[in-house]
């Protein structure tokens, strides 16, 4: 069974960067491509940003593109996601969550791809 614990989340001004970590329990994780999701009060769970098993490629989806940036150390099971030039609209819980596909490519920005979630971090932009 795969644990993943997400942290880092917290309140912040509109501007400011958050840095949010998810390390990951068993010895496959650099097998995966991994993701970040999020989602906010009333809304669905929606893709942020993807990375593959080696972190050479990633993934955003429009909205943070520039903002973020997803990357990986495969020596300490830990997927990050910077967060800079945050903005209200970044509102919400943020979940990390492992692709089901082994040795996959570039990584999905479908939820149903992905077979394990953490717990998920709030994220609070403040205007």
């Known amino acids: 069974q795969v644990q993943l614990v997400e942290s880092g989340g917290g309140l912040v001004q509109a501007g400011g960067s958050l840095r949010l970590s998810c390390v990951a329990s068993?010895?496959?994780?650099?097998?995966?491509?991994m993701g970040w999701f999020r989602q906010a009060p009333g809304l669905e769970r929606e893709f942020v940003a993807a990375?593959?098993?080696?972190?050479?490629?990633?993934y955003y989806r429009d909205s943070v593109k520039g903002r973020f940036t997803i990357s990986r150390d495969n020596a300490k099971n830990t997927v990050y996601l910077q967060m800079n030039s945050l903005k209200p609209e970044d509102t919400a819980v943020y979940y990390c969550?492992?692709?089901?596909?082994?040795?996959?490519?570039?990584?999905?920005?479908?939820?149903?791809?992905?077979?394990?979630w953490g717990q998920g971090t709030q994220v609070t932009v403040s205007s």
């Open positions: 068993g010895r496959t994780f650099s097998n995966y491509a």
């Open positions: 969550a492992r692709s089901r596909f082994i040795g996959s490519g570039l990584g999905s920005n479908k939820a149903l791809d992905y077979n394990y």
């Open positions: 990375i593959n098993w080696n972190g050479r490629n990633t």
